[in-house]
């Protein structure tokens, strides 16, 4: 174990010294130590860990990840101090949650640009793996990057003096070196029987293409034969995993990467350091007794009722929010009752809270609480959708209808009322729902900012702006958004235009 850590902390000085200026006279101590990680097969995998360390780290998925995507969003309300502009849909590029989270994506690229340099000549065993988990996670990244921000800086090789300053490329650039990378990533990984979701199979490489060319299919400006192109990739990953049999049982901090989990986070309690916060920043205060949670991102109000309302005893309501009212410890250590929404519309307990995200082992520091990047009941939905896309609801019921009879499947094996399966819908009405059903599952886990501005600004102005201003009860804490078409983006990092001599502030997002 002191072997793995000493060898994931070298890779760390290795990336550290290639990204920055100061310190390029050392190369060929920088050399030696890159040579000596990537020389043996179980150094090849510390590399390559602490890859995904920095993929699963605080500045990306552990903090800043949520800290500005749900708010941003348009579908959920931050507590949060420095994100007054983010809830308000007024980012401003000095927001220190965008900034960071910016910096730690480009962190992620830079260590994975490390391995990919060092394994293309590999005469190692491993090399095809360690290649394809690096191609994965820099497509994944650069398609994250891609969605949030348009076109943006592409570093495809070690940071060096000569490429610290690279200006920004178009976003049809940057979606070829998504397509490559991932497309890399699909003929180097192994299938699934041989990796968990700790380390991703091929299909998830298959899925997140699927995913790029329905995102290119369906935006602004989009072309309708991605949609071919998405049901081509994705229709590889079904039948390769299989749902959990209730919806609960997916948040049990005891049965993680599950045969439904395709590519998970993995988080530990061991060290002392915090590289996620998912505890604090989804649990409201008090669930845990002398050890603070914020509750700091809460779904909006129109979201909780979006879903009540839908499916009156769902099931997935009682594992997805806090919400009426929770027992909390107060300060003297007593369990007390607290309303929340939709008990309470005023001030911040005004908001159901999620509750997909809970650990009792918790500790205020660290956390053994998983997350998920992609599962398969995100694949089902997708495949529900470009079917429609195709050829109209006939064909696509049957992957929605999946998900529905897992998600009120009850934890004894009953079956609840709600949510039936789907018939007689028109394509157009499909359409509208399957997105909501999107929102219903998958809420908290990542999706919802991409989800509520593929498909176009005005699907963007109709599904967030103007449900959320129209919604009656906003309480007294609330915000009316602006309509604005600048929040389909988000702004470039004034870090980043500041300190990058190629980008000046002629690069910057329209809006901001």
Known sequence: MKKIVFQILLLGVVIFTQSCEDYLTEEPITDFYTEQIFSTEDAVESAVTGMYIQFAGYEYHGANWHNIMMPMSGKFYSTQNANVDATSLNCTPSNINLTRLWQGMYATINTCNVVIDNMQDSPLSNRDTALGQAYLLRGITYFDLVRLFGGVPIKTSPATADNLHTPRASKEEVYEVVISDLTLAKGLLPDIGQYNASRPAKYVANAYLAKVYMQLAGEDGGNPAYWQDAYDEAIQVYGQYALVSNYEDLFDIDNENTSEAMFELQYT????RRSSD?????NPNGIFQNLNTFGRIRPNKEVFDQHANQYPGDPRLET???????????????LVNQNIYPTTVNGNNGFAAIKKFTDPSYNGTTTKRNYFKLRYADVLLMLAEIE???NGPGNAYSYVNEVLARARTMADGTQAAEPADWSAMSQEEFRHRIMRERQYELLGEGHVWFDTRRRGYEWFLDEVIETHNNFPNLGNVDVIYPISIKNMLMPIPSTETNSNQAISDADQNPGY
């Open 278 to 282: 998912l505890i604090r920043l989804y």
């Open 320 to 334: 997805t929010f806090y919400y009426g009212s929770y027992m909390r410890y107060n300060n003297q250590g007593v």
């Open 269 to 272: 309690l061991e060290g002392g």
């Open 388 to 390: 429609n896309e195709l």
